[in-house]
């Protein structure tokens, strides 16, 4: 008989997106995103961090100092565009994001010049910023479906 407990598609994906959010050296922010085709399969993983080749150590992590530059915010590429870039197919037409974090306005804008087609999203703790408004407003123009993850409260343990 098969097993009936097994864990969803969404349950399955979301939780890549989340092991792969471990691996950000943020110290604020963790954020994983996994991008999957129309027959499920995983295509791309990504996490929030340093561009490849920039030493994590000698970049700077602060939320805010006396200039941007001294910040992350300049530096950092965020998990979708990781995701995006380390895609292993040609094309992401048609495909899902599953993401920790809602995307903010930039990386909105890969995301529908890549054609995928569905989001799905853990949180949205920037809901009210006007980054995510235009996210959300280009998402609605591009017909790309935004969902919040649904989560059925599973508890996984992985001892690694």
Known sequence: MKRSDYISWDEYFMGIALLSAQRSKD??????????????KIVSV??????????????????SADSALDTKYPFVCHAELNAIL?????????????????????????????G??????MENKYADTDGVRASEIMFRKCGITAELYQSTGRELTINL
């Open 27 to 40: 110290s604020n922010t963790q954020v994983g995103a996994c991008i999957v085709n129309s027959d499920n």
């Open 46 to 63: 990504g996490y929030n961090g340093m561009p490849t080749g920039c030493a994590d150590d000698e970049m700077p992590w602060e939320r």
């Open 86 to 114: 380390n895609s292993n197919i040609p094309t992401l037409a048609g495909s899902t994001l599953y993401v920790t974090l809602f995307p903010c306005n930039e990386c909105a804008k890969a995301i529908i010049q890549c």
């Open 116 to 121: 995928i087609k569905r989001v799905v999203y």
